[in-house]
Structures are given as structure tokens and as C-alpha cells.
């Protein structure tokens, strides 16, 4: 007897390589002599992560109801040593994170009649940036070497790649207005990774590397500083503070280095952020989101690197930027002087009419 076809927007549990995952049919194919199929989503992951599933694979691949309905009719919470299910096409995984915990197949679940409970993994904190990625980075430090810098500020901002890349996991109006004021919290067969934290994610990514530029200079080569310290005096200027006031000052009155710095610069950060993350005390569920955000990220700029970068474009001679900055910095020194004689002149003109 035939199964029953799920329908559309019908919530449901789905086993990928082992793991049991919340899914919502998105839509149902239907065509002759079974090759009609479903489009699935995975709660909590991006629409590029979506499945096709065929109906013959309905049976032993998806289970109607709730993940906590799931592990309470089959006895067991996931168990990474579980037997896995069988191996299927898909894109679902492609920057899972390390701790993504399977889950036994239906046929292995049914078989047990004590509910265990297994450690959690520790959490993998190690990456691989891919291919391209990595090469663009070679061929900066390449650049670098040649007396050559990144032009800023850059055509598309690390804000600017963020906010494109935070488009591509929907996520509620309501929700992202009060993003800031979000506590992510995780009970034991929590395995989803929601929208929202993976825009959390992504936002502190670009936060971190902020923090960094503001304290200290360990993501700039040697021959960048010149560059970043005229800028800082620039935006300085602009704010109408001294030319030499420290960058930690700059930095509170609202200067953001994420908007000046591009692509280059936020590779460059993720390359550094598995050492970096290795040396914090964070709760292993906690790391595990955060690892499995920036895995997803890194798979979305390698997706996207040729339009956030155009190789030899993006460069210029450090001499050149160095003059360059200069009379930026120039210009801005005499806008503030302008700006603070008006000011004397305005308070002069109330005193005498006084």
C-alpha cells in the first residue's frame, strides 16, 4: 500500500547522513512511475541547503511530527556512533558543523528499548578555507610584498559583504530589529542551527574583527600601518578631534574599520579565527553554532569572491595611497578649522548682540 504523500508546508523530521533534522516540505513533484519527489527544507539552514528527496526514499528517510516526538518513539537521543543511514545526493552538509550529532536509522532505532545517554563530541574548532580563498590570500601577501595595498576604502565593505550575505537567511522584520537584545539559548536535542544565530554570527564576525583593528594592528601587514594610521587620523579630523588622537578614541566616537576594509581583510580574519577560537572557555553547544555560522560564511564568500573581488583592481601603490591619504587627511584638517572658526565667529556674533 502506497504511503501517504506529506503535503506542502507540512512539518516533518528528516534523517541526512544519520542525523535526524526539523524539515518543512516546500513543494511536492508529482510524476508518473515514481519519480515524483519533494523539495525539503532544513529548518534553520539557508534555501541553498534545500533537498530534493524522491518518494521512494519517503519511507525510511522521513518521519512525521516533532524532533522531541522523534527521539521519544524511538528511545534514543542521536548517537554519534550510531549506524548511519544510506548516502543520498545533497548540498545539506556541504559546511555542517563538526558536532552536527547523528542520529540511529529508523530500523537500528526501533531495535532499542533503553534510552541512553552519549557525551557530546568536542567540538572541531579547525577549517579549511577553500581553494580560491586561500589563494586570493597568497596572492595579497604576493602584492604586499611588491610594495602594493588595499585600496580604501574598498568598493564592497566587510558591513557591506555581512549585510549580503545576512539577506540570504530569511529571517522575520520583528526579529531582526531586536537582533541585538537576542539570547540564544540550547536545551540537549536542540541539533538546529536557526537563521537568527547564524546571523548572530556573521554580525560578530564583523564586531570581532573591529575589536581587533581597534586594539591592535595584528591583521595588517607591516606596510598597511602607515595606511591605517592616516586613516585614523583622517577619520579624526573629520570628527573633529586632534589629527593624533588614539584609535581606540576614533573607534568609540563611532568609526567602524569594517566599513572602510574589504574582502581581503575579512579572509584574512577567518583564516586566523580557528586559532584564535581554540583558546576559549565557551560552552561546546555555543562554539558549535558559531563554528557551523562561519564554516557557512566562508562557503558563501567562496561563492561570491569573484564579485567582491577583482584581483590587481583592488590594489594600489603604497606610495600612491600614502599621498593620497595625506591630502584626504589635508582637506579634512582644514573643514574642521573652517568649521571651528564658524563656530567662534557664531558664538562672537551672540556675545555682541547680548
Not at 581554540?278 to 561563492?303: C, N, P, Q
Not at 600612491?320 to 573652517?338: F, I, P, T, Y
Request: proline share 4%; net charge positive.
Amino acid at each position: 500500500m502506497p504511503l501517504e504523500r506529506y503535503k506542502e508546508k507540512e512539518e516533518f523530521v528528516c534523517i541526512y547522513n544519520g542525523g535526524a533534522y526539523a524539515a518543512r516540505i516546500q513543494s511536492v513533484h508529482e510524476k508518473p512511475d515514481s519519480e515524483g519527489f519533494y523539495i525539503v527544507h532544513y529548518q534553520g539552514w539557508a534555501k541553498r541547503f534545500d533537498e530534493k528527496i524522491r518518494f521512494e526514499e519517503q519511507e525510511d528517510r522521513m518521519f512525521p511530527g516533532t524532533l522531541t516526538d522523534y527521539h521519544a518513539k524511538f528511545g534514543v537521543p542521536n548517537d554519534p556512533k550510531s549506524k548511519k543511514a544510506p548516502k543520498r545526493k545533497s548540498t545539506v552538509a556541504r559546511y555542517a558543523s563538526s558536532d552536527d550529532e547523528s542520529a540511529p536509522s529508523a530500523k537500528t532505532a526501533k531495535k532499542s528499548t533503553k534510552r541512553k545517554r552519549f557525551p557530546y563530541p568536542t567540538v572541531s574548532t579547525n577549517f579549511e578555507l577553500p581553494p580560491a580563498l586561500a589563494t586570493m590570500l597568497v596572492d595579497d601577501y604576493t602584492a604586499i610584498r611588491k610594495g602594493f595595498v588595499s585600496k580604501i576604502p574598498a568598493e564592497y565593505s566587510i558591513d557591506r559583504i555581512i549585510t549580503d550575505y545576512i539577506k540570504t537567511l530569511p529571517a522575520k522584520n520583528a526579529d531582526l530589529e531586536n537582533i541585538d537584545d537576542v539570547v540564544i539559548e540550547y536545551d540537549s536535542t536542540d541539533i538546529r542551527i536557526t537563521n537568527l544565530a547564524m546571523i548572530c554570527t556573521a554580525r560578530g564576525v564583523a564586531d570581532y574583527f573591529n575589536a581587533v583593528c581597534g586594539s591592535s594592528v595584528q591583521l595588517l601587514y607591516h606596510q598597511e600601518r602607515h595606511q591605517h594610521l592616516e586613516l585614523v587620523r583622517m577619520k579624526a579630523l573629520e570628527m573633529n578631534l586632534p589629527a593624533h588622537a588614539a584609535t581606540n578614541t576614533v573607534v568609540d566616537r563611532g568609526f567602524r574599520h569594517s566599513q572602510e576594509y574589504g574582502i581581503i581583510h575579512l579572509v584574512r580574519l577567518l583564516s586566523k579565527l580557528p586559532e584564535l577560537l581554540a583558546h576559549t572557555d565557551w560552552e561546546h553547544r555555543i562554539l558549535s553554532r558559531i563554528m557551523t555560522g562561519i564554516r557557512d560564511l566562508v562557503g558563501f564568500l567562496d561563492k561570491n569572491r569573484s564579485h567582491y573581488h577583482k584581483g590587481a583592481e583592488m590594489y594600489e601603490s603604497s606610495a600612491k595611497a600614502k599621498v593620497e591619504l595625506c591630502e584626504k587627511e589635508e582637506k579634512s584638517e582644514k573643514l574642521a578649522k573652517k568649521s571651528r572658526k564658524s563656530a567662534k565667529n557664531e558664538q562672537s556674533a551672540v556675545e555682541i548682540r547680548f
